[in-house]
């Protein structure tokens, strides 16, 4: 189990173990934000292990850096399509688990950052080999390129910051 782990501004580091994010918590080094996602009972006290864990301004922490490759970062891959899109399909909203070309592969369309999106099962179907507007289909979102994994995990904090604020 994985915990985000922020910087004081908010913006993505890296990954962290539930045990690093008990240890900074007991610390007093980090702020749990979002949902619980693990219980640690110890001899004298319980920790809430959260989903996101922010810095606080207490000096330096050693966080390794990961840096990824360019041409890594380009790649498009379904996975990385389905997680820019949140998993949420790009016709109707709801759980998307498959990737659509925009502009079917039959008709010249390539894998490309923007053509190709998030799709659940039913719509996927319901376009089949047509584009959107053959098959009375609306986008609810324009599909964007992704520079990094670091930005995907930004949209993600932000998507999820947005959703605790309301």
């Known amino acids: 189990m994985k915990v985000l782990l922020l910087n004081s501004s908010f913006q993505a580091l890296c ?3 539930w045990q690093r994010a008990a240890s900074l918590i007991v610390a007093q080094k980090a702020v749990p934000l979002g949902d619980v ?5 110890a001899p004298k006290t319980t920790i809430d292990v959260h989903e996101l864990l922010m810095l606080t301004n207490c000096g330096y922490i050693n966080i390794p850096h990961y840096s990824d490759d360019v041409r890594d970062a380009a790649t498009v891959s379904f996975q990385r399509i389905r997680e820019r ?10 759980h998307g688990d498959t ?5 079917p592969r039959s008709k010249g369309g390539q894998n490309t950052w923007d053509n190709l999106i998030t799709c659940c099962g039913a719509c996927n179907r319901r376009k089949a080999d047509r584009t959107p507007i053959e098959a ?3 986008l609810l979102y324009e599909p964007e ?7 995907v995990l930004q949209r993600r904090l932000n998507k999820k910051l947005a959703a605790l604020t309301q």
């Not at 996602?37 to 009972?41: D, H, L, Y």
């Not at 899109?85 to 709801?94: E, L, S």
Request: hydrophobic content about 35%; glycine content about 6%; aromatic content about 16%.
């Open 37 to 41: 996602v693990k219980t640690v009972q």
């Open 15 to 17: 990954y962290i173990s």
């Open 99 to 103: 990737v659509d070309h925009i502009i």
């Open 85 to 94: 899109d949140f998993y949420t399909c790009a016709y109707c909203g709801k």
């Open 136 to 138: 009375g289909m609306r």
């Open 145 to 151: 390129p992704v520079v990094s994994k670091w930005e």
